[in-house]
């Protein structure tokens, strides 16, 4: 018999734009480091590696505290919405025309 599982614990609360701005700050140090060393004209493509590593980097600089935002702002909704509800009526209760849908949950994504 196996024993029952244990609740899932809350999610862990990170610095993502630190961790973009970190994951930058490594492009422009490799970006740096090719410029210094004379690469031959065959791999010079790697410059451009470090340029879109710098450039996507940057992007998530500016894009993850407005992505925070957002999920904060929608969890606000919910849990205004939640509170203000009437409490809904079980399965076995609910007449013919009166439906109960399930509340569809979006993934999170990190």
């Given at each position: 018999?196996?024993?029952?599982?244990?609740?899932?614990?809350?999610?862990?609360?990170?610095?993502?734009?630190?961790?973009?701005?970190?994951?930058?700050?490594?492009?422009?140090?490799?970006?740096?480091?090719?410029?210094?060393?004379?690469l031959p004209s065959g791999d010079?493509?790697?410059?451009?590696?470090?340029?879109?590593?710098?450039?996507?980097?940057?992007?998530?600089?500016?894009?993850?505290?407005?992505?925070?935002?957002?999920?904060?702002?929608?969890?606000?909704?919910?849990?205004?919405?939640?509170?203000?509800?009437?409490?809904?009526?079980?399965?076995?209760?609910?007449?013919?025309?009166?439906?109960?849908?399930?509340?569809?949950?979006?993934?999170?994504?990190?």
């Amino acid at each position: 018999m196996s024993r029952p599982r244990l609740p899932d614990p809350p999610p862990m609360r990170t610095n993502d734009v630190r961790i973009a701005a970190a994951g930058t700050a490594a492009w422009a140090v490799a970006l740096v480091v090719l410029l210094i060393v004379d690469l031959p004209s065959g791999d010079r493509w790697w410059l451009w590696v470090c340029v879109a590593g710098i450039v996507i980097g940057l992007f998530g600089v500016w894009y993850i505290p407005r992505l925070q935002a957002g999920r904060a702002r929608l969890e606000e909704t919910r849990a205004a919405a939640h509170q203000g509800a009437e409490p809904e009526a079980t399965e076995s209760e609910a007449t013919e025309s009166e439906t109960v849908e399930p509340e569809t949950v979006k993934p999170e994504v990190r």
